[in-house]
């Protein structure tokens, strides 16, 4: 066998949640508690067309940035 493991420790499923990730003093929890992202659907709301495919969320996609 290649692995350390035995094959009963790979089999398990273990269920996280994102937020069980991200520690509590994070800087990323600290932004979304300090400012609201919600702004930026008013400046974006002319460049996203009605018709397609559903775009990636524009508050999404400046959190990502930062």
Not at 12 to 20: F, K
Not at 22 to 27: A, R
């Amino acid at each position: 066998m290649l692995s350390k493991h035995d094959s009963i420790q790979r089999d398990q499923l273990e269920m996280i949640t994102l937020d069980q990730l991200v520690p509590p003093n994070h800087l990323v929890r600290k932004m979304e508690a300090a400012i609201d992202f919600t702004f930026i659907y008013d400046l974006v709301k002319d460049m996203y067309s009605e018709v397609g495919r559903p775009s990636i969320d524009p508050v999404i996609l400046v959190k990502c940035v930062s």
